[in-house]
């Protein structure tokens, strides 16, 4: 009898090639010396190009086709043959097509956020959605060619069910911006004071250590842009980055990129070399960071825990700072135009309007020409500001530079679910106050793992999250944990 | 017409493959955390195998053999065609029996010296020594199977040759070594006083920068041991390591490594991605190593230049400490068991021996079982001392372990060349001492890069010196080096 071993056998060739690729796009963006460009794309081009070739290939589709008709329910199959049929999807026409689009709308792209010239871009752009359009209808979908952009990125999702929890959303958080951006701004100074290098780099490694980043399988390393990287289980990257004059850029930014790694570092070793390991979809990566950035790291329990400590590691800036007074800063909420910089409560809002944008360019009701103005609108409706320039608004976030149409909702869906299952792991374990205060983050970490981590895509988002909590995606757990918190951090709000 | 663009067209993807495989490589002995052994392993196999199924192919074998009828001359032909045939002459029978060997040869290996039990390690070595007879007779050779092995590091070489200048060498040595050890050991006490490890490594940093070594095309990093590889000539790497209470480790060790890595950068950049943008054999490669640490950075100009500021970085351990001391102290001669631990006179004695004893298992004149006690009697003989233990002595080094036999005669062969080439580079630019004492060492660079390092394989090791010295190999000009610079050393010596 066949079995899927054949298959994994032989997709493990590809596993490795990217993981390969992997690994030098993680050396390019910590330690390699600029003069290593050029070599370095050819390397990366050429592993990613055999790895597709080997995966995409009559072999794949014959020993998947055996799977199939053997044991079609294991995990391994369903997903590669997920895999399979968007990796042949595309004529090699159009892959060539996108590629080259990719390579000339990210330079245009920068070339007009640098001169804040959005024409620069706008043909890029244009020709991005139309390969986007082209790609949508050869998938196929249901109701809008959006659903087969955003099951990209969040396997399962469509633009139906979207516009639900969006609508739910948008309808209960406007109101709450509106009432939080009314009260004064908490006095968040001190977060600004001289915060040295290396003493923020050592507490970093130390609260991933407290929250159960195991070094022994995974490092963190300095990079422009924090990112998390998996090459297995056994072996995850993290960056971050310090400001030495905004103390949460690096503690926050590695507290987030915790999350993602610790979901890598919870998938079960036996999915090694296969297209289980990783994460099941974007939204369920940030779902994880998200939470530990959020719904822990912006905790009155988590500094209780962790201030007498910064204060001791950073006494010129944080003497004589309260526990009250450091966590209302934290946590300051006010309307600004740049999503990266977005506090938790307003961030949502960010995606939400990108999400109608790109969704209304692929769906033909918005031109190109006229995204900048209906940006401006958008921010003006939703966060009451007008962003400055172009190149603070609609050119702020390389993701459509990159081709990517129905990712942004991915980050808000992380949003919701980290809520959705923080309350379930409270359900299962009490509140968890009590154990932040204590620094034992070990319990949810190990809720989270049985939970979530240790399927990797072994099982989808959507059925994670029901059997994790009982639900569905669903606004309100997220909506509730807000209104909470930002009602006692702001009682004149009245949320 | 054809040229050889299709074949280099061709062999790019696996160039690109091989070197992905080593900066994963590079990776692993720099930053890898341990759980990432396994995945690692697995994915530069990978790359590997499938670098040499590529390299090893039909295609290229007609490729080839068409450029070869039309530029049999280009280098890139003639070198191609060497590999090729190197990569196609084992059967896979014979490929797959030797990495076995040499994995259960290096697990013994380490068992072996732990345990101090040339025992365990025997059949393995026997097994290895075996393997590498059965290649050399695949390959065929006109006196001695160590010829076809000899071939394998420094192309050309033959054992004819080597008995010629290993004799001149060891006739002249020998006596040297008995006049200097025979004198009272300078004072190098304070070389083992504490350095600061942060001061090291930032000295390491500035030395690399002032003989030259390029950072837009180059980094240097922590590594267990210490060593370079490059991904393209714009992207070298090299690794020291600190010891905080021997200052020679991480400071000759750099100057060493930037011999290898000041070669690698020199290489003409319309080689990379090609087989030619490599060093030309192990023995020149050796030859830069050597030069830098040995004849500059163990020179009395060299230390005339950075004592003081060597003292003012580390005052504790340099104050007071003379210009003449410390040269003396860092080129301390005494015979010791510990290749890699040998000042630059004793070395090559060490290589001489290994090199004796590795001919004579090639050729059948010397049975493994005899191997230990042969190890022993030759170090009496020739060095006047007999190692503690197996494991101070037969069982030092990993070359063997690894199936290297014809390896070791290279490092003596860098030693003579690097004597050879200085020679000319002072002919053609004058004394060497005043640059040195100058800190100016670009003129020693310019002429290396030259003579020597822009061809990488396009030249080969012999042409190189000859073209560049007038000479063929010669162990004279590297005797009359250590005549002169110890003979005032040791004046009581009589050399």
New interface residues.
């Given amino acids: 009898m066949f079995d899927a071993s054949a298959l994994r056998h032989h997709l493990?060739?590809a596993h490795?090639?990217n993981?390969?690729?992997t690994?030098?796009e993680w050396?390019q963006e910590t330690?390699?010396?600029?003069?290593?460009e050029?070599?370095?794309a050819?390397?990366v081009?050429?592993?990613r190009r055999?790895a597709h070739e080997h995966f995409a290939s009559d072999t794949t589709s014959t020993l998947l086709a055996r799977a199939e008709a053997e044991t079609p329910a294991d995990p391994l199959v369903v997903v590669a043959r997920r895999d399979f049929d968007r990796a042949t999807l595309l004529p090699p026409r159009l892959v060539a097509e996108t590629a080259e689009a990719v390579a000339r709308a990210k330079s245009a792209w920068r070339r007009a956020r640098e001169t804040n010239t959005f024409s620069v871009f706008a043909p890029h752009l244009e020709r991005l959605v139309a390969l986007n359009v082209e790609r949508a209808n050869l998938a196929g979908f249901a109701d809008t060619p959006y659903d087969a952009l955003l099951d990209l990125y969040e396997p399962g999702l469509t633009a139906r069910v979207l516009d639900g929890v969006l609508g739910d959303l948008r309808r209960d958080l406007v109101p709450i911006v509106e009432a939080l951006a009314a009260q004064p701004r908490p006095d968040d100074a001190f977060l600004r004071a001289r915060y040295p290098t290396e003493t923020q780099w050592t507490f970093t490694l130390d609260v991933l250590r407290d929250v159960g980043f195991?070094?022994?399988?995974?490092?963190q390393?300095l990079s422009a842009h924090p990112f998390t990287t998996s090459?297995?289980p056994?072996?995850v990257r993290l960056t971050t980055r310090v400001d030495e004059h905004f103390f949460p850029t690096a503690f926050f930014g590695t507290l987030h990129e915790a999350g993602h790694g610790l979901y890598e570092q919870g998938i079960d070793e036996h999915y090694?070399?296969t297209l289980l390991a990783e994460g099941t979809s974007l939204g369920m990566h940030e779902s994880q960071s998200r939470l530990w950035e959020n719904q822990v790291g912006r905790s009155r329990a988590f500094w209780a825990h962790y201030l007498p400590q910064a204060q001791r590691r950073f006494p010129d800036a944080l003497a004589g700072v309260s526990l009250d007074a450091f966590y209302r800063a934290v946590n300051a909420v006010e309307p600004s135009p740049i999503r990266v910089e977005a506090d938790e409560v307003t961030y949502n809002l960010h995606i939400m309007l990108r999400t109608d944008l790109e969704r209304a360019l692929v769906e033909g009701r918005l031109a190109v020409a006229d995204l900048p103005e209906a940006w401006n609108e958008a921010y003006r409706d939703v966060l009451n500001l007008v962003p400055g320039t172009d190149a603070l608004g609609v050119l702020q976030d390389v993701h459509w530079s990159l081709g990517t149409f129905g990712y942004f909702p991915t980050y808000t869906l992380g949003t919701l679910m980290s809520a959705q299952l923080f309350d379930a792991a409270e359900d299962a374990l009490g509140p968890m106050e009590g154990y932040v205060e204590r620094g034992d983050f070990l319990p949810l970490l190990g809720w989270m793992r049985e939970h979530v981590h240790r399927y990797g895509r072994a099982k989808s988002a959507a059925a994670i999250l029901l059997d994790a909590t009982g639900q569905s995606l669903d606004a309100a757990p997220w909506l509730a944990y807000i209104r909470t918190k930002y009602g006692a951090l702001y009682p004149g709000a009245g949320l």
């Fill in positions: 493990a060739t490795d090639l993981a390969s690729a690994v030098l050396d330690y390699m010396p600029d003069g290593g050029d070599a370095r050819h390397q081009a050429t592993l055999l195991d070094f022994q399988r995974g490092r390393d090459f297995a056994a072996d090694a070399r």
